[in-house]
């Protein structure tokens, strides 16, 4: 299950695990490259959430005369981001506006400067997402790319690999030689030309630089142009490409020309520092989840992006307007008191009473068309009397159809500050679902489970490797399948600690920052888990290097105990990159087959539609799809 299907489930059944935490935020000054009707240009991120949310706006029209503008919410707004390892447009699925927070200024050594909220996310090298007040002087991020070229004949160029060596004696180049001397091809021909010879590319370019019979090939005119299917224009496996005609390839590919996907460049920090507050906004972005902010790769709202996105998906907001501007219909129970819900008392004097009047964003709410999400945060956290308030909003006629309801709330057990639910109010709502933990079975008198265990595991290990996960955390719970990834029961003593979701995800960073120590891991996920996790992390002595399997993959030492067999698939589909995906599958092919999927998976997840640039990869794909549904 997907992860966005998952939250739907979670938000329709009013649970809390990934719903938790504000959104990290971007200064409305910082300029983002956007795509509408076909046409590329920059504009600051306060004016593109002004502009997406249908507001209008001034411009100057022809002779600078001022201009009352409107966008046609018909047309689809695409950001520039990082997708698959090369730079995209997808659709911007929400903009909102956050308020007043306070920021930090990075700059960077290239010059590149962006304020944004401390718990705002920074794209690393590797995957790895880092929030901004986590970031040191000289750590590497990623910003907007240029062309890669490389010394091997092969380089990427407005988003499309061309071959750079051996093409001189191809018939059009002896017909017409360029005035620069440049005999570069773009790659997606020469595959498509191989095909229509019944030769592979290597064999292609061969025939090329021998100047072999030449006269007797086909080769593509100028009128035929080649069509990448899934839109990828850096994926030229021969499946992936078609012959058009120029007409019919520019109706399909209109979007891709303006924002071409380089590859991104790393960058030093030059330096950071809390830098006051200012107004502050973000974006959600489909598929990617990230975008550019002045030049630099930024992760979309942080926490809350999917539960943002998943509402857009099922056609609700999460925003409601008011009198006083927009606001975010998340509401904290445990911040709550009864008088939100109710209204404030206020005495009209003129008519000798007193009125209850309902504040601002409730009001907004029952006169709104709009479809919203109201989502009530740890809703058990509530007072008693509060918790009663909240039982109005079930009341026929409080809120119109369109407004729909969710919650979520801890169990009076967890000791999480619930000392019970009001009764009347569960019973208000149509489901109810429980999160699994271990050893919670699907009870036929007991609670519903959103999931199976099994699949929570994997769920957790997904979001984990998109969060940075070493490959010996991720390791330990598939080889555990997840048995002390929540271990938590309510104790009197704070000192003592014990795995859960939380904590795990603060390994994740705690690890990669170097704190290792059975101290200090055990002052997180408690000792005795802290000793089996250390000793499970030693087996890293006995493995192969990654170069050793890189080298020799069908003879490189392969572990014969399963914990270290997770282990280093873990470690190869983090290490592997394009050049040696060919000796990466030989060797997990020689694992159990399940390990070889997920480590397959794990690192097509990586490094995306690049690995089709592999040519042993590519065989190794079309013989064993099969194996790509054993780690569903």
């Not at 290597?202 to 021998?210: A, F, G, M, P, T």
């Not at 509530?382 to 909003?393: E, I, K, L, V």
């Given at each position: 299950m997907s992860a966005t299907q998952l939250l739907i489930n979670e938000m329709n059944a009013g649970q809390k695990v990934l719903l938790v935490g504000p959104p990290g935020c971007i200064d409305g000054e910082a300029i983002i490259p956007i795509n509408r009707a076909g046409k590329g240009f920059k504009i600051k991120l306060k004016d593109l959430v002004t502009r997406f949310n249908n507001k209008t706006f001034m411009y100057k029209g022809k002779g600078g005369h001022p201009m009352i503008g409107k966008w046609d919410k018909s047309i689809t707004t695409n950001a520039r981001c990082l997708y698959n390892g090369t730079f995209a447009l997808k659709q911007i699925s929400g903009a909102y506006p956050k308020g007043i927070k306070p920021v930090f200024k990075l700059t960077l050594s290239d010059g590149k400067v962006l304020r944004l909220t401390g718990d705002h996310k920074v794209a690393q090298p590797n995957n790895i997402w880092t929030r901004v007040d986590k970031l040191n002087n000289n750590d590497l991020v990623l910003v907007n790319g240029s062309p890669n070229l490389k010394k091997s004949g092969r380089y990427l160029n407005k988003g499309y690999w061309y071959i750079c060596r051996n093409l001189k004696n191809r018939p059009f180049f002896r017909n017409n030689p360029p005035k620069n001397q440049s005999y570069d091809m773009p790659e997606h021909r020469l595959v498509m030309e191989a095909k229509i010879n019944n030769m592979d590319l290597?064999?292609?370019?061969?025939?090329?630089?021998?100047n072999a019979f030449l006269s007797s090939y086909t080769y593509l005119n100028n009128k035929q142009e080649i069509h990448h299917k899934d839109g990828d224009s850096t994926n030229n496996h021969v499946s992936n490409l078609e012959i058009l005609s120029k007409k019919n390839h520019a109706k399909k590919h209109k979007l891709q020309k303006n924002f071409p996907g380089f590859i991104a460049k790393e960058v030093f920090v030059k330096s950071i520092f809390p830098d006051g507050e200012t107004e502050v906004f973000d974006i959600t972005v489909e598929d990617a989840h990230n975008f550019l902010a002045n030049g630099i790769?930024?992760?979309?709202?942080?926490?809350?992006?999917?539960?943002?996105?998943?509402?857009?998906?099922?056609?609700?907001?999460?925003?409601?307007?008011?009198?006083?501007?927009?606001?975010?219909?998340?509401?904290?129970?445990?911040?709550?008191?009864?008088?939100?819900?109710?209204?404030?008392?206020?005495?009209?004097?003129?008519?000798?009473?007193?009125?209850?009047?309902?504040?601002?964003?409730?009001?907004?709410?029952?006169?709104?068309?709009?479809?919203?999400?109201?989502?009530?945060?740890?809703?058990?956290?509530?007072?008693?009397?509060?918790?009663?308030?909240?039982?109005?909003?079930?009341?026929?006629?409080?809120?119109?159809?369109?407004?729909?309801?969710?919650?979520?709330?801890?169990?009076?057990?967890?000791?999480?500050?619930?000392?019970?639910?009001?009764?009347?109010?569960?019973?208000?709502?149509?489901?109810?679902?429980?999160?699994?933990?271990?050893?919670?079975?699907?009870?036929?008198?007991?609670?519903?489970?959103?999931?199976?265990?099994?699949?929570?595991?994997?769920?957790?290990?997904?979001?984990?490797?998109?969060?940075?996960?070493?490959?010996?955390?991720?390791?330990?719970?598939?080889?555990?399948?997840?048995?002390?990834?929540?271990?938590?029961?309510?104790?009197?003593?704070?000192?003592?600690?014990?795995?859960?979701?939380?904590?795990?995800?603060?390994?994740?960073?705690?690890?990669?920052?170097?704190?290792?120590?059975?101290?200090?891991?055990?002052?997180?996920?408690?000792?005795?888990?802290?000793?089996?996790?250390?000793?499970?992390?030693?087996?890293?002595?006995?493995?192969?290097?990654?170069?050793?399997?890189?080298?020799?993959?069908?003879?490189?030492?392969?572990?014969?105990?399963?914990?270290?067999?997770?282990?280093?698939?873990?470690?190869?589909?983090?290490?592997?990159?394009?050049?040696?995906?060919?000796?990466?599958?030989?060797?997990?092919?020689?694992?159990?087959?399940?390990?070889?999927?997920?480590?397959?998976?794990?690192?097509?997840?990586?490094?995306?539609?690049?690995?089709?640039?592999?040519?042993?990869?590519?065989?190794?794909?079309?013989?064993?799809?099969?194996?790509?549904?054993?780690?569903?």
């Open positions: 290597h064999q292609w370019l061969q025939v090329i630089k021998s790769v930024v992760h979309n709202c942080a926490k809350t992006s999917v539960i943002l996105e998943t509402a857009n998906k099922c056609g609700y907001k999460t925003q409601i307007e008011t009198k006083e501007g927009p606001q975010s219909t998340i509401f904290r129970a445990s911040l709550a008191e009864r008088v939100d819900l109710t209204g404030c008392m206020v005495p009209d004097h003129k008519l000798g009473i007193t009125r209850q009047l309902p504040f601002s964003f409730i009001k907004a709410l029952q006169n709104t068309t709009e479809k919203i999400v109201f989502f009530l945060d740890d809703l058990g956290q509530g007072p008693m009397d509060t918790q009663a308030s909240f039982m109005r909003m079930f009341d026929n006629g409080f809120f119109p159809p369109n407004v729909l309801v969710w919650a979520a709330t801890n169990r009076p057990g967890d000791k999480a500050g619930v000392s019970a639910l009001c009764e009347p109010l569960r019973s208000r709502f149509d489901s109810a679902y429980i999160v699994p933990t271990p050893g919670v079975d699907d009870k036929a008198d007991g609670g519903v489970l959103l999931c199976s265990w099994t699949d929570w595991v994997d769920n957790w290990v997904n979001w984990a490797l998109s969060n940075g996960a070493s490959p010996e955390i991720v390791a330990w719970h598939r080889s555990t399948n997840g048995k002390s990834l929540y271990a938590w029961k309510p104790h009197a003593d704070p000192s003592l600690r014990m795995p859960d979701f939380r904590s795990w995800g603060a390994m994740i960073v705690r690890w990669n920052q170097g704190l290792r120590s059975l101290q200090q891991i055990a002052a997180v996920i408690g000792k005795a888990v802290a000793s089996e996790f250390l000793s499970f992390t030693s087996l890293s002595d006995k493995l192969p290097t990654p170069d050793e399997v890189w080298a020799n993959p069908e003879t490189a030492p392969l572990p014969s105990e399963p914990s270290a067999q997770w282990l280093i698939s873990c470690v190869l589909s983090q290490q592997v990159t394009t050049s040696c995906a060919g000796a990466f599958v030989k060797y997990v092919n020689r694992m159990p087959r399940v390990m070889t999927a997920f480590a397959v998976k794990d690192a097509y997840k990586r490094l995306g539609k690049a690995m089709s640039m592999n040519k042993e990869w590519c065989q190794w794909f079309n013989k064993n799809q099969s194996l790509f549904n054993l780690g569903e």
